[in-house]
């Protein structure tokens, strides 16, 4: 791969966040008018205990270069505690993923709270900017529709 | 060794007990020394049952395999037990899924047998390619004498074993109703060798070294047949809406397949290596599942199939698990 082509590559990053927290705090930065890259599509899910591994393998599969989940912070959780369950799966998927050598560092897991507009601004910067030095996912992704 | 007329009486008295169904256990197969899984419903049949170092199937998948008809109007639904002879790890395979409520301790009698290692087939057979024709083959203090055209041969028992078996951790069925023998006393202690092997390699060679097993697959799914644990009713990948995995085999729906499996089991798998032996693609499977054991291990200090009390890895929480990885 050349350098340009590094260059042109803009990440494609799938955000599983969830409605109570992330989500309003998504909202919080676009109402407050804050510049962040547009690369994360947004998917709204009620809870971050909704997030099944498997969306985010598909999500890596179907062409995304990246998944960033977002939940309440710890002890926020609008259903008490569906944020614990899910960082003990993402915790053991991202394990999986580094010993398959598929660079765990493609799926990122944030606490942003329905205030944190500059977080989750900062946050999407980061990840965004991690994934273009990865740069395109080639290992899992699906090469005919089919 | 087992001693085969105590496992016959065993399972005689067992057989005979009015709330047991029948008994699985194994006996002599159709060539040379294999042993096939097999199933007693009087106490005559009982005769056949075998113990050898050939006896690999982990029978703990049977309570779940079996058939419920839908019941006629006066027809009551039987109730009676099953009997298992159960290894070490087969009695883990009981104990997590009687944790996870698919059984109740009520449903099984177990027949417990002290394991010390059994005989890996496809090791078996890459020594011996007409491995159908040994005669016998039989367990000494540290080897297997092995009978073979009149001659007899003796082979190291670590050439033959289970990678799982060579450093089995828990060679004693941790419950069972009848035990056969003594229990051993076991030092061994999980190394993890060849996950570390896999572990020390760089993210490109990780890849590369996957990527070369998972284009081998076929997806003929016997991995998820003869794993204990895979018991749902409908797996997720036979689903048709969603459809999760497509059916396509390709490298990518190949690896999801495989990346499902292995979480599917993260936290639950006992490490009997039962996937393995079955894959006719010879993946190395045990090594995904002893990667996500090793790391629970050090994550959540979590041991799967010890416990029938204990609660599931994930369907419990510590508010301080670590998030180091987390935004």
């Not at chain 1, 909202?27 to 547009?38: I, N, V």
């Not at chain 1, 010993?99 to 205030?115: D, K």
């Not at chain 2, 070490?88 to 027949?111: H, N, Y």
């Not at chain 2, 005989?119 to 073979?148: G, H, Q, T």
Request: charged residues 30%; hydrophobic residues 35%.
């Amino acid at each position: 791969m050349t350098v340009e082509t590094i260059q042109e590559f803009e990440p494609n990053i799938i955000g599983f966040l969830c409605n109570w927290c992330s989500y309003a705090g998504a909202d919080l930065a676009g109402t407050s008018r804050m510049q962040y890259p547009p690369n994360v599509k947004i998917i709204r899910v009620m809870c971050s205990g909704r997030i099944n591994p498997m969306f985010v393998v598909n999500a890596l599969q179907q062409g995304a270069d990246g998944v960033l989940i977002g939940g309440c912070h710890p002890g926020d959780c609008h259903y008490q505690h569906g944020n614990y369950f899910t960082r003990r799966r993402i915790t053991i998927l991202k394990n999986l993923l580094e010993f398959l050598g598929i660079e765990p560092e493609r799926v990122r897991m944030t606490w942003v709270s329905a205030a944190e507009g500059r977080k989750f601004a900062e946050v999407v910067e980061e990840i965004t900017e991690d994934i273009r030095k990865i740069g395109p996912m080639k290992q899992i992704r699906r090469v005919n529709e089919w | 060794m087992v001693n085969q007329e105590q496992l016959v009486d065993a399972v005689k008295k067992t057989v005979s007990r009015e709330d047991v169904k029948y008994v699985v256990g194994y006996e002599k197969g159709t060539y040379g020394c294999e042993v096939t899984p097999s199933f007693a419903h009087s106490s005559e049949e009982a005769e056949k049952f075998i113990f050898t170092p050939l006896c690999v199937h982990n029978l703990a998948i049977y309570p779940k395999l079996e058939e419920k008809l839908p019941l006629g109007r006066d027809e009551k639904e039987d109730t009676r037990k099953i009997g298992l002879v159960v290894k070490g790890c087969d009695s883990r395979a009981v104990v997590q899924i009687i944790q996870e409520k698919g059984l109740k301790r009520e449903d099984v009698v177990l027949i417990g047998i002290p394991c010390t290692g059994v005989v890996n087939p496809k090791k078996l057979k890459s020594r011996y390619p007409n491995y159908a024709e040994i005669v016998e083959i039989e367990e000494k203090d540290s080897s297997f004498s092995i009978k073979f055209n009149e001659e007899n041969h003796t082979i190291p028992k670590e050439e033959l074993l289970f990678d799982a078996c060579i450093n089995c951790e828990y060679p004693n069925p941790p419950i069972y109703d009848i035990l056969i023998g003594e229990e051993i006393k076991s030092t061994n202690k999980e190394t993890y060798e060849k996950v570390k092997v896999v572990e020390s390699k760089s993210q490109k060679e990780k890849w590369a070294y996957w990527e070369e097993h998972f284009q081998r697959c076929i997806r003929c799914y016997a991995c998820r047949d003869a794993c204990p644990l895979c018991y749902c009713k409908e797996c997720m990948v036979d689903q048709l809406d969603p459809r999760w995995v497509r059916r396509s085999v390709n490298l990518s729906e190949n690896t999801a397949w495989n990346i499902m499996r292995a979480l599917h089991l993260a936290g639950r798998c006992v490490g009997c290596s039962e996937c393995e032996r079955v894959c006719p693609m010879d993946i190395p499977l045990t090594e995904l599942n002893k990667k996500l054991e090793k790391n629970i291990m050090e994550i959540y200090d979590y041991i799967p199939g010890i416990s029938e009390e204990a609660k599931p890895l994930l369907g419990t929480f510590k508010p301080d698990d670590p998030e180091e990885f987390i935004l």
